[in-house]
């Protein structure tokens, strides 16, 4: 292994003194303009590469913007991920990412070892568990920008999201077009700004249309796991008078109904229609292919991270509250399982 190339060596090839190099490799006006670039022709030639983590402790900041996801194996979560990074890389800034796997816990502890990295920006999309923001306020004391992004608090911050409750009712309202008219809702913690909205779009969908709401036929999942989905879905099919469709906020919990629903001898769309959230890439590969909701999360990833670049680049100070909401739009993708 290729021993990582320090101050001293490029100090010892040129024979000068390491805080000489040091401070020419901050371009520091103390070092004569000739010696600043041949120290940094030389850096070049040894392949040097600043330790950023070195730099951040002396700056009392790194080079380096956070993100606290729930679950990275999700795919709206890798996807939003992308956009962040690819957007930070370009402005020559390096991510670093802690999941928190929806507990409030491990969410509180990747909030602390993300401030301990003195990262200069964070962007976070909430756990299902979290319900008391106080991990962030550190943040928000030393003047870090915190952009929420799609699960987001009740607090005065950056916000990328979608219109939940549009996006809800469109869903639920395109299947009352299909005929249907006893519909089903998998849903997550009503704690989350997310879930709770695509609730009152499809509560809202129903009273519109004139059709009663059913407590019966509602299910709030703790995860919208494949897990969830298939045992929310035996029960409500076990139903005397079962539904004829099904909305799940979420494709992971939406492509399990329609696997579940098929062995139960179900057949989609003609007995039962199903739409998803999110439009992963499963949704094209099940059999019926999902219909969704087309949701912009690289988009989302994009602009959170532009919000920190720009707020650094314009060197602001939160000197009071930020109150800023980018709402971005969805689209309804419509697929076999609703035909």
């Avoid at 080079?63 to 990074?85: A, C, K």
Wanted: charged fraction near 25%.
């Amino acid at each position: 292994m290729n021993k990582q190339v320090t101050i001293y060596d490029i100090a010892s090839k040129l024979n000068v003194s390491p805080s000489t190099v040091s401070r020419a490799l901050n371009n520091s006006k103390y070092v004569n303009k000739n010696t600043r670039k041949l120290i940094k022709q030389e850096a070049e030639k040894l392949g040097y590469k600043p330790n950023s983590f070195a730099v951040g402790l002396r700056n009392n900041q790194s080079n380096t913007i956070g993100i606290l996801i729930s679950r990275i194996n999700r795919s709206f979560n890798s996807t939003l991920i992308s956009g962040v990074e690819s957007t930070a890389r370009k402005a020559g800034y390096n991510v670093i990412i802690c999941q928190s796997n929806d507990s409030y816990e491990n969410e509180v502890k990747g909030a602390e070892a993300l401030l301990s990295s003195r990262v200069v920006g964070l962007i976070v999309s909430l756990g299902m568990e979290t319900n008391n923001y106080d991990h962030f306020k550190p943040f928000f004391d030393s003047k870090t920008p915190v952009v929420f992004v799609d699960r987001v608090p009740l607090l005065d911050s950056y916000k990328v999201v979608i219109d939940d409750y549009k996006a809800g009712y469109e869903a639920v309202e395109h299947l009352i077009k299909k005929g249907c008219k006893r519909i089903a809702l998998f849903t997550g913690s009503q704690n989350r700004n997310v879930y709770l909205d695509r609730k009152r779009g499809y509560i809202q969908a129903l009273k519109d249309n004139k059709i009663p709401i059913d407590d019966s036929i509602i299910f709030v999942l703790k995860t919208l796991s494949a897990e969830e989905g298939e045992k929310a879905t035996k029960k409500v099919m076990s139903m005397k008078n079962p539904p004829d469709a099904i909305f799940s906020t979420n494709d992971t919990a939406a492509v399990s109904a329609i696997l579940t629903a098929k062995k139960l001898g179900f057949k989609i769309p003609e007995q039962l229609k199903i739409i998803g959230f999110n439009n992963d890439p499963i949704s094209t590969i099940v059999e019926p292919t999902l219909s969704t909701i087309a949701h912009p999360y690289e988009k989302m990833g994009e602009i959170a991270a532009k919000k920190i670049l720009n707020h650094l680049d314009q060197n602001q100070e939160i000197d009071k509250d930020v109150s800023e909401v980018t709402i971005l739009k969805t689209r309804l993708v419509e697929r076999d399982s609703t035909k």
